[in-house]
């Protein structure tokens, strides 16, 4: 078999890839949080390999993704079902805003990112985190987070009923009561023991 990749394991090279003068403080604090990361997560490892691969501009098929990830990470990396691996680890990366393509074009077969390679509309929520918010969060008992918790899941399903109930005026408050705690809990009260 024809060795596809020569890059050594994802975590060595994104480590070395912060060290990289030229980089913001920022983007090489991230890559090496990353760095540290795959370190203990094979699945964080083999999605920075496949990233590696595609970055290379080319498409590749499935097998030369299986073969060259496998070398960089290690033979087990895949799981038992490949297939399905690769397919979660694609999804996630295009959730993350990468533009991966596949092409089915004689002789140009495979996946590929597309130009440009990250989506140009944010999908990440604009507004800052509320950090005092969840530092008073953190400062609460077990059991006054419960009734916080129980008070929001209390809150939605009485708002769900509203809406369902104006949506639908003809429905009795049995069916509102049970499509409610169907959308907002995904059960009804059948389903419970």
Not at 37 to 53: E, G, P
Not at 78 to 107: F, M, N
Request: glycine share 4%; charged share 25%; net charge positive.
């Amino acid at each position: 078999m024809e060795k596809i990749s020569t890059l050594p394991q994802p975590a060595v090279q994104w480590k070395l890839d912060a060290r990289k003068p030229g980089q913001s403080l920022q983007t090489q604090l991230r890559l090496a949080a990353m760095a540290a990361h795959m370190q203990v997560d094979k699945t964080a490892a083999r999605r920075a390999a496949l990233i590696d691969l595609l970055a290379d501009g080319r498409p590749h098929t499935r097998e030369e993704i299986w073969d060259s990830v496998a070398q960089r990470v290690g033979k087990d990396c895949w799981g038992k079902i490949p297939r399905e691996a690769l397919a979660r680890d694609l999804a996630t990366l295009r959730k993350g805003g990468i533009r991966i393509a596949y092409s089915r074009r004689p002789q140009i077969v495979g996946y590929y990112l597309q130009y440009p390679p990250f989506e140009s509309s944010s999908t990440w929520p604009e507004e800052p985190i509320n950090w005092t918010l969840i530092d008073r969060l953190r400062q609460l008992s077990p059991a006054e987070k419960n009734n916080l918790a129980f008070a929001a899941a209390d809150f939605a399903l009485n708002q769900k009923k509203l809406i369902l109930a104006e949506e639908n005026p003809d429905w009795s408050s049995t069916r509102v009561d049970h499509e409610a705690r169907r959308l907002v809990f995904g059960v009804t009260p059948e389903m419970l023991p």
